[in-house]
T-cell receptor
Framework: SAVISQKPSRDICQRGTSLTIQCQVDSQVTMMFWYRQQPGQSLTLIATANQGSEATYESGFVIDKFPISRPNLTFSTLTVSNMSPEDSSIYLC???????????????FGPGTRLTVL | KQEVTQIPAALSVPEGENLVLNCSFTDSAIYNLQWFRQDPGKGLTSLLLIQSSQREQTSGRLNASLDKSSGRSTLYIAASQPGDSATYLCAVSQYGNKLVFGAGTILRVKS
């Protein structure tokens, strides 16, 4: 399995500001994803972070609000821009190892970043 | 659009009981199904992955089954312990390795 770390682990931010969340993996991985978990709800995929190209966003999520970078195979960032209280959530990155077939692409998750927007 | 449903939403059992958590999905075109555990305020821990061609997987006291044609999976926990208390999430993997999650089952095992 992959060891994933996220920074920061939690933050409290003011409305209208932006926060960048980092995801670091201890080995090269094929795919990295960003998910959001709103209070009391399950996880929703925000986007797939593509190495060397623009991220692929799911319906309801846009690049201007959630810009994503992936400069290499072990690191990605998610920025939550112009925050509002509705952005208060846990943000999680996940990865699939590079050495697995598609049907066995187990996903591993980071510890999450708990964001509170006042 | 894939939809994943988990039943029950919450479950409280005495220690030592065997229990079953249920997961159903609407689109059988999946690559695999994963069961996760989430402790309060924490990330997700992968428990079991069942490939679409498999019927079940076992790990210790956990056994997960998959009936892809009927869109169902169950997670069986034997001899439950207070340390098993957590939220259990099932997720199906589709094209692009995207996971679609159920809402979860909150499990409480009483000592």
């Amino acid at each position: 399995s992959a060891v994933i770390s996220q920074k920061p682990s939690r933050d409290i931010c003011q409305r209208g500001t932006s926060l960048t969340i980092q995801c670091q993996v201890d080995s090269q991985v094929t795919m990295m994803f960003w998910y959001r978990q709103q209070p009391g709800q399950s996880l929703t995929l925000i986007a797939t972070a593509n190495q060397g190209s623009e991220a692929t966003y799911e319906s309801g999520f846009v690049i201007d609000k959630f810009p994503i970078s992936r400069p290499n195979l072990t690191f990605s960032t998610l920025t939550v821009s112009n925050m509002s209280p509705e952005d208060s959530s846990i943000y999680l990155c996940s990865v699939t190892p590079s050495d697995r077939s598609v049907s066995y692409n187990e996903q591993f998750f980071g510890p999450g970043t708990r964001l509170t927007v006042l | 659009k894939q939809e994943v449903t988990q039943i029950p939403a919450a479950l409280s059992v005495p220690e030592g009981e065997n229990l079953v958590l249920n997961c159903s999905f609407t689109d059988s075109a999946i690559y695999n199904l994963q069961w996760f555990r989430q402790d309060p305020g924490k990330g997700l821990t992968s428990l079991l992955l069942i490939q679409s061609s498999q019927r079940e997987q076992t790990s210790g006291r956990l056994n997960a089954s998959l009936d892809k044609s009927s869109g169902r999976s169950t997670l069986y926990i034997a001899a439950s312990q207070p340390g098993d208390s957590a939220t259990y999430l099932c997720a199906v993997s589709q094209y692009g390795n995207k996971l679609v999650f159920g809402a979860g089952t909150i499990l409480r095992v009483k000592s």
